[in-house]
Every structure is written in structure tokens, then in C-alpha cells.
């Protein structure tokens, strides 16, 4: 009998590191890991997202036509990880208030507008279940542009000018653009 339980235990324990090394070495290559870092005014801010690749699919559009990332579901924002977003001060976020800190940031792709939200749950591997909505924090939404090339890899990056300094989500053809002013 114990030889069963011992022989059940290792089988489990090989499986639970084949599945991280297989996550560490795999999955992670295909959708790299990605620390985008800005200041400016004393605002720090960074994003830590996977991002991944077109690689000829459909990235955007209807369930039907199977869209990678159908219109209307939740979306965390990348690859394998949920994304996180950083801010060192409080910050109006596409106009709405919010307090410095950590939080987890996913996306409702649409159309015409992407609704970005911020939620307090942190440090989640492989996202694919949709976050607790209870620990949202803030949603807006946020206007769609056509992105001026095609973009093969998932990028979020910060831009500043001199109304705002703004996180740009480009993946495909779609651009997104969120003002970030400090309170």
C-alpha cells in the first residue's frame, strides 16, 4: 500500500514539473516576458505583460469568426501571465482618480472601444479565468484607433506630450491610447 501512495506521489510531483518546465520553456518563447519602464515629472510608471505574436491569426473580432480575442470578452492584457501596472503617484487614469500602487490591468476589447480596468488581485499565472470583479477598482472606457502599421507583436508602451503622459496599447491594426496625468 505504501508503495502505491509513493509511486501515486511521484507521479504527481513529475507531472507538477514537467508543467513548469514546459511553462518556463516553452509557452514563455512564444510569448515573452516584457518590463516597460517610463518617468516623467516624478511620475514613475511600469507594465509587466507577456507579449504575444499575430502570426497571421485574427486578433481582434467576432467568436464566430474565431478572433483570437473575441469582441466583448475579457482579455488580460497579453500572454500566459495577468498583466500588472505600477504607478509611484496618485493618478488620474483616462480622467478618473486612482491611488498609487500595483494593480492588475485586463481589457474588454470592442470595435470602437476598448474598456480598460484596474483590480487589486495580483500575481496571476496563467490568467485565463477572468479576475474577481469585486476587486476592481476602476473601469473606463477608452477609444479604438487604427494603428498606422501592422502590429506583429503585442506592445504596450508610454508616450508623453504636453496635456499627458499616455500607456499605448498597439496589437494588429488596433491602437489604444489612455491618459495618465498626476493628481
Do not use: H
Amino acid at each position: 500500500m505504501k508503495k502505491k501512495i509513493l509511486i501515486g506521489v511521484s507521479i504527481l510531483g513529475i507531472l507538477i514539473i514537467a508543467f513548469v518546465l514546459y511553462g518556463a520553456l516553452v509557452v514563455a518563447k512564444k510569448s515573452p516576458i516584457k518590463t516597460t519602464s517610463f518617468s516623467n515629472g516624478g511620475l514613475d510608471l511600469k507594465v509587466v505583460y507577456c507579449q504575444p505574436f499575430k502570426k497571421g491569426r485574427l486578433i481582434f473580432g467576432e467568436e464566430k469568426d474565431k478572433a483570437l480575442q473575441p469582441y466583448g470578452k475579457y482579455w488580460r492584457l497579453g500572454a500566459n501571465a495577468a498583466t500588472e501596472i505600477t504607478f509611484s503617484k496618485n493618478v488620474n487614469f483616462a480622467g478618473k482618480p486612482l491611488n498609487a500602487g500595483t494593480y492588475r490591468m485586463y481589457a474588454v476589447p470592442n470595435p470602437t472601444s476598448w474598456q480598460i480596468s484596474l483590480n487589486s488581485e495580483l500575481g496571476v499565472y496563467f490568467a485565463v479565468r477572468e479576475p474577481d470583479y469585486k476587486l476592481d477598482v476602476l473601469k473606463v472606457d477608452v477609444p479604438v484607433e487604427t494603428s498606422p502599421n501592422d502590429v506583429e507583436q503585442l506592445s504596450i508602451d508610454f508616450a508623453s506630450d504636453s496635456t499627458a503622459t499616455k500607456m499605448n496599447i498597439a496589437w494588429d491594426k488596433a491602437l489604444v491610447k489612455v491618459p495618465i496625468t498626476v493628481q
